[in-house]
């Protein structure tokens, strides 16, 4: 099986990235799933129905979150109920949604994918994402041995960790969040591939997705500064990972890197 993972989808520049480059890399690289992280869709915090839907209709076939699933003021939640569409399985389980779900392809292959956030850095408060996620990958592998992890999360160290972890019980453990692309990728001793973090779809000149001035004066101010998000550039980002469909084992990890001059609208 071969999957497109793309990074963060940051704004109105990841949106349009996103529908003019994915399907075009869908059919060139004969990808069978495509799955992203969305958490930064709505102008760089949360996601709106709306933005799933485009999100969808551009050729997303799961959308995972993280720290900004929630950040949308006064929305309608209810597509985080849909089973492709996943928050982090650690968060309280009082939250709308779920954080693991099974999604079958067209021709019968089955996939397990999981959405699990850090602590380090972050909210340390969250249950443990390695005891969570290692039992929602043992349950995922009761009917699939392909499956996908997106580990939302600050620390480098958090991210290794968790992958050596599920080495060899995960097709892939894929990091998010930081949005910035690590060249790290690899195939770990049991078969599961890594990155530390797949990068941002979005906005190129920007700091992580919003445009710098503002994120310089919240640096020299050390006071509450509205982040705009930027607009200049546009890349994507992401990995494509090849997996033995029999052994769940990763074949390969390729870095995905693009430069995309968006067609003016
Ligand atoms: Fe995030």
């Given at each position: ?111 397990g994918?999981v ?22 990958i043992?349950?995922l592998r009761?009917?699939t041995?392909i499956i996908l992890v ?19 019980l995960a097709s ?76 769940g ?17």
């Open positions: 099986m071969k999957i497109l993972f793309i990074g963060d989808i940051f704004g109105n520049v990841g949106r349009r990235v996103l529908a003019e480059r994915l399907p075009v890399l869908t059919r060139e690289h004969a990808i069978d799933i495509c799955v992203g992280n969305g958490e930064n869709v709505s102008g760089g915090r949360g996601m709106t129905k709306n933005l799933f839907r485009k999100l969808r209709k551009y050729g997303l076939d799961v959308i995972t979150g993280g720290n900004h699933s929630f950040s949308v003021d006064d929305n309608d939640y209810s597509f985080m109920e849909e089973p492709i569409s996943l928050r982090p399985l650690n968060f309280p389980p009082a939250n709308l949604g779920h954080g693991s779900t099974l999604f079958t392809l067209e021709d019968g292959r089955t996939i994918v959405n699990l956030m850090g602590r380090t850095f972050m909210h340390e408060s969250l249950d443990c994402p390695f005891r969570l996620g290692l039992a929602a043992n349950e009761e009917q041995p997106d580990f939302h999360a600050e620390a480098s160290s958090e991210k290794a960790a968790l992958a050596h972890y599920v080495d060899g892939a453990v894929i990091g998010t969040h930081t949005h910035v692309q690590t060249a790290d990728e690899r195939i770990l001793p049991k078969g599961t591939a890594f990155i530390t973090d797949a990068g941002m779809t979005g906005p190129e000149r920007s700091i992580i997705g919003m445009k710098p001035e503002g994120v310089i004066k919240k640096y020299l101010l050390q006071t509450y500064v509205r982040y705009e998000p930027s607009e200049d550039g546009a890349m994507i980002n992401g990995v494509i990972i090849e997996v033995d469909d029999e052994s084992k990763a074949l390969s990890i390729t870095r995905l890197f693009e430069r995309v001059t968006l067609i003016q609208n």
